[in-house]
């Protein structure tokens, strides 16, 4: 099995879980913070920190460290935002002062979204479907996976884009949330932790630990098996209406659910809210067959009953 260095651009909530099967795996792994404290804590789980304030260059020593082999591998999941991709502006910072930085790198992940499809209505969307992002997270994802497939090809690496169903997992599902509500200490107006019915309406998810699973796949697998639609869909295989799986949840916990309630008067941010004008089911074909992959959480389901087991 092959075994190399991958550099983390971000180290957040799913980056972080994908660092740590790397790592488990017997890989060298790298990761950036912009604050020193945490990466202190960083150096201390044996992933190598880099201190790093993106749009900022990216520092020389991030892909050739003084210590141990160079970056074969880099995972993006910083978030593009008005002015771009700030990941995106400090690697080429560095590629414009040092060209041979990437001599050693293989490929780039980019961790992007389904919100790039936009509304389809409930349909089915796959690799091939047209994206046409309807909100301004959608665009600047689309714009971001385009600037990173132009980097790469002009790099000689290898691209894909990840294009994250809603993401779920310890610390972050309905479980947590609804007993922080029945313990008084969360927040009753939580998207997670409300009931909310809009007719038709289904989301695609994706467990945490299947995300990490699916790019340690890739990390370990030939480029030449990944989709030339440099895209990959990562859902699981049910997609479902959001008010089925906080019944679900509170089932699991022997609570009674929240009550059911509308959408037009559900207590939800702008941001929350904006989730609901787009509905589509999520295909997870690809993922499957191009790295015969099987779902570590099939769906929702056995998703919350482990994370209810680890919270017992």
Known sequence: MRNGHLLCLGLGYSAGAAAREMLERGWHVSGTTRDASKAREIDETGIRAVLWDAPNRLPSEALSPAEGPPVTDILVSVSPGEAGDPALAGLQALTGAKPAALSHVRSILYCSSTGVYGDHEGRWVNEESPVLPTSQRGRRRLKAEHGWEDFAAANGCAEVNLRLAGIYGPGRNALETLKAQHDGTGDPNALGGQRIYKKGQVFSRIH???????????LTCPVEKWPETHALNLADDLPSP???VIEYAAYLLGLDPPPLIDLDTAQLSPMARSFYAENK??????VKKTLDYTLRYPSYREGLTAILRDLK
Request: aromatic fraction near 0%; proline fraction near 5%; charge should be negative.
């Open 281 to 286: 089911r999520v295909a997870n074909t690809c």
């Open 208 to 218: 945490q630990a299947d995300i990490a699973g699916i790019i340690a796949a890739l």
């Open 242 to 244: 959001p008010h089925e």
